[in-house]
């Protein structure tokens, strides 16, 4: 089944704890992506990648860091979250830009992260 | 830069009803425009998109007309159901490339 992972899908952590969520597709995309989404602001993007090594800062990318060492995988660390961090995280894959369907983005579960 | 205005919601129906969640848009060039469910507990879904002007997005019942003249991409369905329970997000995707801006969402809860 084609799809988007994410792992895991409720933490509950402490300020400045280093917490690392994982994000996995199986669909060959090349484009990947994280977003974020509170109460009244709709989802807003963090970071994406257009392919393996290339990442870029969405519109609120403070206090985070991605990596994209492999198609398949777009891992989100925190390396010392805050409280403001507390949020519901979506990862969301692709095709890319030079297929047809580049536009259709595919999301996972989410994870809900609560930062005491 | 590139922004997306929802109707507030939320907003509660009766069964069988007609449904517009109003959706305009700000953007440079000849964005592509979609809107998003998301239902209880669960990832965003595509519901249906539109890429030029004057297309019609349609799904599951669901339409939206791509109307650049008026910047807008409103959602309509002309009878809902308790099923259509759900957070209905209008997004829209700029020319340069695949990132996607969000509206802040409108809570839609149907009443059987």
């Known amino acids: 089944e084609a799809q988007v992972t994410q792992n895991p899908r409720y933490l509950i952590t402490v300020t400045g704890k280093k917490l690392t969520v994982t994000c996995s597709q199986n669909?060959?995309?090349?484009?990947m992506s994280w977003y974020r989404q509170d109460p009244g602001l709709g989802l807003r993007q963090i970071y994406y990648?257009?392919?393996?090594?290339?990442?870029d800062k969405g519109d609120v990318p403070e206090g985070y860091k991605v990596s994209r060492k492999e198609k398949r995988n777009f891992p989100l660390i925190l390396e010392s979250p805050s409280p403001n961090q507390t949020s519901l995280y979506f990862c969301?894959?692709?095709?890319?830009?030079?297929?047809?369907?580049?536009?259709?983005?595919?999301f996972g579960p989410g994870t809900r992260l609560t930062v005491l | 830069g590139d922004s997306v205005t929802q109707m507030e919601g939320p907003v509660t129906l009766s069964e069988e009803a007609f449904l517009t969640i109003n959706c305009t848009y700000t953007?440079?060039?000849?964005?592509?425009l979609f809107w998003y469910v998301q239902y209880p507990g669960e990832g965003l879904q595509l519901l249906l998109k539109?890429?030029?002007?004057?297309d019609k997005g349609s799904n599951k019942g669901f339409e939206a007309t791509y109307r650049k003249e008026t910047t807008s991409f409103h959602l309509e369905k002309g009878s809902v159901q308790v099923s259509d329970s759900a957070v209905y997000f209008c997004?829209?995707?700029?020319?340069?490339?695949?990132?996607?801006?969000f509206g802040e969402g409108t809570q839609l809860t149907v009443n059987p």
């Open positions: 969301a894959s692709s095709p890319g830009l030079a297929t047809s369907s580049y536009n259709e983005q595919f």
């Open positions: 669909m060959n995309h090349e484009y």
């Open positions: 990648s257009m392919n393996v090594e290339v990442t």
């Open positions: 953007a440079t060039g000849y964005p592509s």
């Open positions: 539109a890429t030029k002007a004057d």
């Open positions: 997004a829209l995707q700029g020319t340069s490339g695949s990132r996607l801006t």
